[in-house]
């Protein structure tokens, strides 16, 4: 069975989280790597947390990119190995050039804190290959900076080769405007890099694990993660 | 010893939300001949190197590699020896 990092920085807070949702509610082997360290040695699987790395200092995710840890997960990456990054996670991610865009403060300036729904884009990657397209998950957002932005060839580029995981929609899967709300360019939730094998998403499917806790949407996205790996 | 000072600001086909925002707040102080605001951050930096191209050549590396992101951001560079 795979064995996943869960990678924390200074400041991730949603570690602990992502290690649960892995550990306690998957029943998956489930190591936290610190930032200094630099063997990657029987990971399978990296975890990029949300949270607030260095403080979110000059540009959220700008500084941890350059945490020892992270050469080696960009060597992980184009061996082709997967990397999910999440929240401050994807901001990271970005930083590091994994994933193509950069995120801009939320067009309204507020820090949304709540459940929105997502809706699945393509279920030609590893991370969404058990989902349905158009399958809509009621997922936690928790950011300040998540208004994601990429100039128009870029974009073209991303849809051309179908790179746009997540959308976010209404509970209808329509992607009503009032449902964009940080202002993301196309609606942009969570998106891969031409590889398929690195996946940045502002929302936080790892807490959205257990009924008890509002929403286990977020479970199926996890399932769908270790189906994948079972198989390849 | 050099000075640098890097001013770091939003594309022009950016939308700038703080500084739109800032706007508002400007007319709302009746200061109506303010026609635009953009926000930007402004950096100081001791450099030291053996002459102003020299400098110069180090913060410009420091602002692509670090300090703007060149997505979104433009920045301009000021070397004061």
Not at chain 1, 70 to 83: D, I, L, N, T
Not at chain 1, 107 to 132: D, G, M, W
Not at chain 2, 34 to 40: C, F, H, L, M, P
Not at chain 2, 57 to 71: D, I, M
């Amino acid at each position: 069975m795979a064995t996943f990092g869960v990678i924390v920085f200074p400041g991730s807070n949603c570690d602990h989280d992502a290690y649960h949702a892995m550990k306690h509610v998957l029943g998956c082997e489930t190591k936290f790597l610190w930032h200094k360290d630099t063997d990657l040695s029987g990971i399978d699987f990296l975890i990029v947390p949300g949270g607030f790395s260095y403080g979110d200092y000059l540009r959220s995710g700008a500084i941890a990119r350059f945490s020892p840890i992270m050469q080696e997960v960009v060597k992980f990456a184009e061996k082709g190995g997967p990397v999910m990054g999440i929240c401050n996670g994807f901001q990271i991610l970005l930083e590091a050039g994994l994933i193509p865009g950069a995120m801009m403060h939320n067009h309204k300036l507020r820090f949304v804190c709540k459940n929105v729904y997502i809706r699945c884009e393509t279920t030609e990657s590893l991370f969404t290959s058990s989902l349905q397209k158009g399958q809509v998950f009621d997922i936690p957002v928790s950011h300040g900076e998540g208004n994601y932005f990429i100039d128009q060839d870029g974009l073209k580029s991303l849809q051309d080769n179908d790179q746009v995981l997540f959308r976010y929609s209404d509970a209808n899967g329509e992607l009503t405007e009032s449902a964009n709300f940080n202002g993301s360019i196309d609606h942009i939730a969570g998106i891969t890099n031409t590889g398929r094998n690195v996946l940045g998403m502002m929302p936080h499917p790892e807490r959205a694990m257990e009924k008890i806790l509002g929403s286990e949407d977020g479970k199926p996205i996890f399932e769908s993660i270790l189906n994948s790996l079972s198989v390849a | 010893m050099y000075k640098a000072k890097v001013n770091v600001t939003l594309r022009p086909s950016i939308l700038d939300p703080k500084g739109k925002a800032a706007h508002h707040a400007l007319e709302n102080l009746g200061l109506n001949q303010v026609e635009k605001v953009r926000i930007g951050k402004f950096i100081e930096l001791d450099v030291n190197a053996d002459n102003e191209e020299a400098a110069k050549a180090v913060v410009e590396q420091a602002c692509t590699k670090l300090l703007a992101n060149e997505v979104m951001e433009d920045f301009t560079i000021e070397i004061e020896s």
